[in-house]
C-alpha cells in the first residue's frame, strides 16, 4: 500500500508540475501578474488552493439548491422522449476541450492519470 500511496503522490505532484501550475500561471501572467521569486510563486499557489477550496464549497451549495429544479426537467425531457417513441436510455458523449487534448497527449499527465485511477481502485479494495 506503501507504494501505491507514494505512487499516488508522485502522479498528482506531476498534474500539478505538468498541467495544473502551469495553467494557473499563464492565467495570472495574462492578466501581468507574476510572480518574482519561487517563494512569491508559493505563496500565489497556496492562496489559490484555498480560493479554489471556498469556490467548490460554494458551487456545491449552488449545485444542491438547483438539483430539485433539474430533477423535474429531466423528468419532463424523459416522458416527452417518451411520448415521442424515444423513450430508454440516452447516451451522453464527453465533449473535451483542447486543453484536455493535448494533455491527455503527453507522457507524464496520462501516466500520472492511470496512476492516480489505479492508486483508487487500490483504495477501494482496501476498504471492502
Do not use: C
Not at 73 to 91: I, R, S, T, W
Amino acid at each position: 500500500m506503501d507504494n501505491v500511496k507514494e505512487a499516488a503522490e508522485q502522479a498528482y505532484a506531476t498534474m500539478v508540475t505538468e498541467l495544473a501550475a502551469p495553467y494557473f500561471f499563464e492565467k495570472l501572467s495574462a492578466y501581468g501578474v507574476n510572480p518574482r521569486s519561487e517563494s512569491e510563486a508559493a505563496e500565489m499557489w497556496s492562496a489559490a488552493s484555498k480560493l479554489h477550496v471556498l469556490y467548490t464549497a460554494e458551487q456545491e451549495k449552488v449545485a444542491a439548491a438547483q438539483a430539485s429544479t433539474l430533477v423535474a426537467h429531466n423528468q419532463q425531457l424523459d416522458a416527452m422522449l417518451a411520448a415521442a417513441g424515444l423513450g430508454g436510455p440516452v447516451e451522453k458523449s464527453a465533449a473535451f476541450s483542447s486543453a484536455a487534448d493535448v494533455a491527455a497527449e503527453q507522457p507524464a499527465i496520462a501516466q500520472a492519470v492511470l496512476m492516480l485511477q489505479a492508486a483508487a481502485a487500490s483504495a477501494l479494495q482496501d476498504t471492502q
